[in-house]
């Protein structure tokens, strides 16, 4: 069971979340606030929990350093974000701090879901949405890397499916990651196969390094 505390200002949604998540069997509301800041008192209270799951919209100082006292005092508690804000410098200070993951307030039940135990088993999530972001701004630096893509004609997409075949994940892994079927994924994988001319998998991780594209 992964024993959760929510931290939403705005009661409907908040009630919504809970509802949401304690559909599944794996998951408990444990405790559930208004604010975010209210969050410690209950952790001194001694309530036991795995995540919180917390709505943060102001992109200041206060927020951030709440997930770095959170993280100083109770080290064993996952920070997930929940948030409207897609400020690249916040998100980015928010995992300084020690958040697990990033989510913003318009993903689906089932991503919303798999972040989470995502996170409890011992991972960083960021939102679909916004990694696709992070990686067509990647896309756009001039450098190499983005020389190889072009060239390839590849999308933002295909590359991120090569990144994940890199680190070792299966088409079933990738599918339940990206929330796209098996079929799609094994149709990315050979359209890669097919553009750069490779025979293989192993031989297009090994063109990708080569050419700079992976590390």
Not at 78 to 91: A, G, K, P, Q
Not at 95 to 112: H, M, P, R, T
């Amino acid at each position: 069971m992964i024993n959760i505390i929510l931290a939403e200002n705005h009661n409907l949604v908040r009630n919504g979340i809970k509802i949401l998540l304690e559909r599944d069997a794996d998951l408990k509301v444990v405790a559930d606030s208004q604010y975010s800041k209210d969050v410690l008192d209950l952790l001194e209270t001694g309530l036991v929990a795995d995540i919180l799951l917390a709505n943060i919209n102001v992109p200041d100082v206060e927020g951030v350093n709440l997930i770095k006292t959170i993280k100083q005092r109770y080290p064993q508690l996952s920070v997930v974000i929940l948030s409207m804000l897609d400020h690249e410098e916040f998100i980015i200070d928010t995992f300084k701090e020690g958040a697990s993951g990033y989510l913003f307030k318009n993903i689906g039940s089932d991503e919303l879901i798999f972040a989470l135990k995502h996170v409890h088993n011992g991972h960083k999530y960021i939102c679909n949405e916004l990694s696709l972001r992070f990686l067509d701004k990647l896309m756009s630096l001039p450098s190499q890397k983005k020389n190889w893509a072009l060239h390839h004609n590849f999308s933002a997409r295909e590359i991120e499916i090569l990144y994940l075949m890199s680190e070792g994940y299966t088409n079933n892994e990738m599918s339940d990651k990206l929330f796209i079927s098996k079929r799609t994924i094994e149709g990315y994988r050979q359209n890669l196969i097919d553009k750069t001319k490779v025979k293989n998998t192993a031989a297009l991780i090994k063109y990708a390094v080569l050419n700079g594209i992976i590390e």
